[in-house]
T-cell receptor, first 118, second 113 residues
């Protein structure tokens, strides 16, 4: 079975400071990894994804993430946060071997609420 | 690309009533998903369609839940005899296939009173 652990439920950080949101996953060898952002009462918006290739992935709004296969991690980073980054962030994994009907269904972590303090 | 549309945005219903939600995916996306998100949790997979065929259902989808995608375009999710535990955000998403990211709708927030 595939699972995702987001180690921090809430992360407060001052504006213009760097931030790292941690994500660890449990799955088989080959996985796809995603980070989504959710603003209040809205759906999820893709920040970035890792399918294969370079382990450093760059996304929208200045975010990036690094896939570490040996540590089964996919941590999200931003060097300088803005007030507008205040939202909830979800890490998700899709394991082709887990989806018998080829659904590539996503398994999400419980989310990390990022609060940017002025 | 007009995005994924969900209707209604909010639904308040009395326990025991039936409710139906609609999802209109991105037109060229053949894959459609329903997820449920309860307070403080990440979204959980409910079911998956490829075109009009429902190919996968989660054990979370009890027999009170039914989903359809009659012509491979829009989809409906019906909950019969609603219970308070059904209160959640119901998210629809669509995609084109393997490795492709999902595009999520804004969700339907269901409150059962």
């Amino acid at each position: 079975a595939q699972s995702v652990t987001q180690l921090d439920s809430q992360v407060p950080v001052f504006e213009e400071a760097p931030v790292e949101l941690r994500c660890n996953y449990s799955s088989s060898v080959s996985v796809y990894l995603f980070w989504y952002v959710q603003y209040p009462n809205q759906g999820l918006q893709l920040l970035l994804k890792y399918l294969s290739g370079s382990t450093l992935v760059k996304g929208i709004n200045g975010f990036e993430a690094e896939f570490n296969k040996s540590q089964t991690s996919f941590h999200l980073r931003k060097p300088s946060v803005h007030i507008s980054d205040t939202a909830e962030y979800f890490c998700a994994v899709s394991d082709p071997a887990y989806s018998g009907a080829g659904s590539y269904q996503l398994t999400f972590g419980k989310g990390t609420k990022l609060s940017v303090i002025p | 690309d007009t995005g994924v549309s969900q209707d209604p945005r909010h639904k308040i219903t009395k326990r025991g009533q039936n409710v139906t939600f609609r999802c209109d995916p991105i037109s060229e996306h053949n894959r459609l998903y329903w997820y449920r998100q309860t307070l403080g949790q990440g979204p959980e997979f409910l079911t998956y369609f490829q075109n009009e065929a429902q190919l996968e259902k989660s054990r979370l989808l009890s027999d009170r839940f039914s989903a359809e995608r009659p012509k491979g375009s829009f989809s409906t999710l019906e909950i019969q005899r609603t219970e308070q535990g059904d209160s959640a955000m119901y998210l629809c998403a669509s995609s084109t296939g393997q490795g492709s990211h999902y595009t999520f709708g804004s969700g339907t927030r269901l409150t059962v009173v």
